[in-house]
C-alpha cells in the first residue's frame, strides 16, 4: 500500500442518498487484513503489526482529505477471515467532521452495494510524508498540533461517538485532529514491523496482532516514554533484536 511518503488507493465515484461520493479503497493487491469487534469500551479494529502500519497511514491521509463527500472504505475483500463463534467483522469507512460525515441513510446503501463490483476509476496517491515526519519526534510534533489550524479539545472519551455501527458498516468520523493523533499512535505500534537496521536482526513481530482502540493514544504514549528512557535519541527502527524485543515486550504489558 505504501510507496515511500504516500500510499496509493482506488477512487470510484458512487450516488449515493441522491448525491456524488468519492469513495477511496485498498487496491486489491494490499496484503493488510483487518477484524472488527465490539468490546466494553467500544468498537475497535484488530490486525497485525505490518496492517496496524498501513492503516495508520491512511487514516492520517484521511485527515487530510478536503473534498467533499470524500470517505475512505474497507470493503469486504479488506477484512480477515470469520472466526467461528465470534460475531463477523464488518466492512468499515473513515472521515474526518469538517467534511460531510456519511448518515446512517447513506451507509445502508453504501453496504446494498458491497463488495464492490464497479470497476476502479483510477488510482490515487495519497501524501503522508507527515506522518513519517511526525515518527521522528512525535512529543514536538503533538506540540505543534496545539496551535494548528485546525485544532480542538477532544478526549478519547469521545470514541463512542466516533467509531458507531450504521447500517452494517462501521462509521469512523472525528476531528482531522483526532485522527492525526490515533494515526501517529498506531504508526508508532507500526514501527515494530519494519526492519532493523542490524543485519543479524531476526526479532520479527511483523504478524503480531495489535489492537486499533480507544486507549491506543495512552498506550502509545507509555512505550514512546519507555523507548525515550531506555534508548534516548533512538527511533524504533535504530534499535537492535535485544533492544527492540524489550520495548515489545513492554507493550504486551499494557
Known amino acids: 500500500m505504501q510507496s515511500g511518503s504516500s ?3 482506488h477512487r470510484r465515484k458512487l450516488f449515493l442518498e441522491g448525491a456524488p461520493w468519492s469513495v477511496l479503497t485498498p487496491r486489491p493487491t494490499d496484503a493488510s487484513r483487518y477484524a472488527t469487534s465490539a468490546v ?3 468498537w475497535q479494529l484488530e490486525c497485525d503489526v505490518a496492517s496496524l502500519d498501513d492503516f495508520a497511514h491512511l487514516l492520517w491521509a484521511t485527515a487530510f482529505q478536503h473534498h467533499a463527500r470524500t470517505i475512505v472504505l474497507f470493503d469486504f475483500s479488506t477484512l480477515l477471515p470469520n472466526v467461528e463463534g465470534e460475531a463477523d467483522s464488518l ?5 474526518h467532521t469538517g467534511l460531510d460525515v456519511p448518515s446512517d441513510a447513506m451507509l445502508a446503501e453504501l453496504f446494498a452495494l458491497l463488495p464492490l463490483t464497479t470497476p476502479s476509476e483510477g488510482t490515487v496517491r495519497l501524501r503522508t510524508a507527515g506522518l513519517d515526519r511526525a515518527l521522528v519526534d ?5 506540540l505543534l498540533e496545539r496551535d494548528a489550524e485546525d ?3 477532544w478526549t478519547s472519551g469521545e470514541w463512542s461517538t466516533w467509531v458507531t455501527d ?8 472525528a476531528p482531522a485532529p483526532a485522527l492525526r493523533a490515533y ?7 507500526g514501527q515494530f514491523g519494519w526492519e532493523s537496521l542490524d543485519p543479524t536482526d531476526d526479532f520479527n513481530v511483523s504478524h503480531e496482532f495489535v489492537a486499533f482502540d480507544r486507549s491506543i493514544v495512552e498506550r502509545a504514549a507509555a512505550v514512546r516514554a519507555f523507548r525515550i528512557s531506555q534508548f534516548p535519541g533512538r527511533t524504533c527502527a535504530d534499535l537492535a533484536g535485544t533492544e527492540r524485543q524489550r520495548l515489545w515486550e513492554f507493550t504486551q504489558r499494557r
Open 7 to 9: 500510499v496509493r488507493v
Open 40 to 42: 466494553t469500551t467500544g
Open 91 to 95: 466492512p468499515f469507512v473513515m472521515t
Open 138 to 142: 512525535p512529543p514536538a510534533f503533538l
Open 151 to 153: 485544532a480542538v479539545e
Open 166 to 173: 450504521a447500517s452494517g458498516v462501521l462509521r469512523i468520523a
Open 183 to 189: 494515526a501517529l499512535a498506531a504508526a508508532e505500534f
